[in-house]
């Protein structure tokens, strides 16, 4: 992937070296998570963060735990000078007892603030899919068998959308965690949207994620599959490959819309193959246009933190689009990156440090 000779985070100006295929992700904050790893604390979420969301302002992680550890999850807020959790805001929540296996497996955040979660807690789980308010409550668990993999909330009818290991269709839930059906729409296990069989004819679903059209795009295996939405609004195509790639048995296959009105909107995903260390960030964090031509993406670090430490290629995604930011997960390392997504030379002004700070005053 295009790095920039440029590492130091300049506070304001244009990109330096950006494209019509090149967009540019700069970062602002970095934190190191480690402390939620550590089981002897209060605030432990797994022993490694495996799922972030993020609203320009607040982070919510989760974690994993190949061992009856547990996992849950916490919220904190980065600021631009902590390397520390020292801007903890409230202790975990939705602690699971779980089976040796993974744990939380993806985060995403509505409007209003609600917060889903897709868990894996083993075969016979019952609880995939699990909401919550911003303060940790809980509103709805999934009432069918399922192994929570992606969920993401629908643009179109503000409705908590999953996937699930090893399901043939997208998930779709009211907000106590039923099955969404309101007489026209029914999305189950048996009604929702067919993405299996797809043209790498693979069940092994790691996350989705949804553009503004509510068109569905998802990891089948190392794959990135799209499904596109009907006129109607209601049913879907039958979902063709932009990439692919199996790589089955491989975890932290993860995509995110990003949007922006002074880019090209596009997916970021990771293009994790295998789960050996030493993989370099930018060797396995991707981008591709919404048709699947790939996009560079030239990723600016801030001199004062350093380069990324090489990791196992699990990273996960959140896009903030009204500050224009994109929070990063670090698996291995438990570290959480933000990056401001610059805009394109001739496009508005940007956001810069001293934007997202201003944002940020006036939540």
């Given at each position: ?7 130091v985070l300049?506070?304001?100006?244009a990109?330096?070296c950006?494209s ?6 700069r970062?602002?904050m970095?934190s ?7 089981t002897t604390s ?7 963060v495996?799922?972030?969301a ?7 992680i989760?974690?994993?735990?190949f061992?009856t550890s547990?996992s849950a ?5 980065p600021?631009l000078n ?5 801007a ?6 939705g602690?699971l007892t779980?089976a040796?296996?993974r744990g939380?497996?993806d985060?995403?955040?509505s409007?209003?603030?609600t917060l889903?979660?897709a ?9 995939g899919?699990?909401?919550?308010d911003s303060n940790g409550?809980?509103?709805?668990t999934?009432?069918f068998?399922?192994?929570g993999?992606g969920?993401h ?13 090893g399901?043939?269709?997208?998930l ?8 969404f059906?309101?007489?026209?729409k029914?999305w189950n296990t048996?009604t929702?949207?067919?993405i299996f069989?797809n043209?790498?004819n693979?069940?092994t679903h790691?996350d989705?994620t949804?553009?503004?059209a ?6 089948a295996q190392?794959?990135?599959?799209m499904a596109t ?9 039958a979902?063709v490959?932009?990439?692919?790639s199996?790589a ?5 296959q993860n995509?995110?819309f990003?949007?922006s009105?002074?880019?090209?909107d596009i997916?970021i995903y ?9 993989q370099s960030?930018?060797n396995v964090?991707?981008a591709?246009d919404l048709?699947g031509a790939?996009?560079?993406?030239d ?6 933190y350093g380069?990324p430490?090489?990791?196992n ?9 009204r ?12 570290q959480v990156?933000i990056f401001?997504?610059?805009p394109?030379?001739?496009?508005l002004a940007v956001?810069?440090l ?6 940020r005053?006036?939540?």
């Amino acid at each position: 992937m295009k790095m920039c000779n440029v590492l130091v985070l300049a506070l304001a100006g244009a990109a330096t070296c950006a494209s019509a295929t090149t967009v540019q992700l700069r970062e602002v904050m970095r934190s190191d998570v480690s402390a939620f790893a550590s089981t002897t604390s209060a605030w432990y979420v797994g022993k490694n963060v495996a799922a972030i969301a993020w609203n320009g302002s607040e982070a919510f992680i989760g974690g994993q735990s190949f061992d009856t550890s547990g996992s849950a999850v916490a919220k904190f807020r980065p600021h631009l000078n902590d390397l520390s959790t020292d801007a903890l805001l409230s202790g975990r929540f939705g602690a699971l007892t779980q089976a040796a296996t993974r744990g939380v497996q993806d985060i995403a955040l509505s409007a209003d603030g609600t917060l889903g979660v897709a868990w894996d807690n083993g075969a016979a789980s019952n609880n995939g899919f699990r909401t919550f308010d911003s303060n940790g409550t809980q509103l709805g668990t999934a009432t069918f068998g399922t192994r929570g993999n992606g969920v993401h909330f629908d643009p179109i009818d503000g409705k908590l959308t999953g996937i699930a290991l090893g399901s043939g269709r997208a998930l779709k839930f009211n907000n106590d965690g039923t099955t969404f059906n309101d007489g026209v729409k029914n999305w189950n296990t048996t009604t929702g949207p067919l993405i299996f069989p797809n043209s790498i004819n693979s069940s092994t679903h790691r996350d989705l994620t949804m553009d503004r059209a509510g068109n569905l795009y998802y990891r089948a295996q190392n794959s990135v599959q799209m499904a596109t939405r009907n006129n109607d609004g209601l049913g879907y195509a039958a979902p063709v490959q932009l990439k692919g790639s199996l790589a089955d048995n491989v975890n932290g296959q993860n995509i995110e819309f990003i949007n922006s009105p002074t880019n090209p909107d596009i997916l970021i995903y990771t293009d994790r193959a295998s789960v050996s260390t030493g993989q370099s960030l930018t060797n396995v964090v991707k981008a591709m246009d919404l048709s699947g031509a790939a996009i560079t993406l030239d990723l600016v670090f801030r001199g004062d933190y350093g380069a990324p430490l090489a990791g196992n290629g699990y990273y996960d995604f959140s896009y903030d689009a009204r500050t224009r930011t994109l929070a990063m997960s670090d698996f291995i390392n438990n570290q959480v990156y933000i990056f401001e997504v610059v805009p394109t030379p001739g496009s508005l002004a940007v956001l810069g440090l001293a934007g997202l700070a201003a944002a940020r005053r006036r939540r």
